[in-house]
């Protein structure tokens, strides 16, 4: 279990993942934030940009990682921590595996497709050469609420 000074510091880090998230619903993405954070203090912080660039990959969590591997000139991320508002998908736990994170730090679970706990155990398979440490369930009600009301107003809608 956590101390009350380990979930405070997780619930300020998840409010950066949160408002980077607002921030991208505010560009019409799927509201999900990311932020990367090593020895307390923030290395990346992203919303999902698939729409914005065009690109099928650019995941919340794939474009923090590809900023804090520019910043620490190191593909390898060994002794970060990754915040995510939403349980993360399969390419981005596999993602955070090849960069071999050392604690992911999650809000809401994705039951559709998570792959973390909910659709895939790829962060902790005895298939893979590195496991991660995984919290879930930091703000998560601020941040399922986030993701309800984001899809509750596009219904109606043509979505993609």
Known sequence: MNTAAEIEVDERWMRQAL???????????????TCIVSENKLIALAGNRTRTDCDPTAHA???????????LGNYRLTGVNVYSTIEPCAMCA?????????????????????????????????????????????????CRTLMQEFFKTRRGRIVD
């Open 61 to 71: 969590e794939i474009v923090a990682l590809r900023e804090a591997a520019g910043k």
């Open 94 to 142: 596999g993602a955070l595996i090849q960069a071999r994170v050392r604690r992911l730090i999650y809000g809401a679970p994705d039951e559709r497709a998570g792959g973390v706990i909910s659709r895939f155990r790829i962060c902790d398979t005895d298939f893979l050469n590195h496991k991660i440490e995984v919290q879930s369930g930091v703000l998560e009600e601020e």
């Open 19 to 33: 408002a980077a998230a607002r921030e991208a619903q505010a560009r019409g993405e799927v509201p999900i934030g």
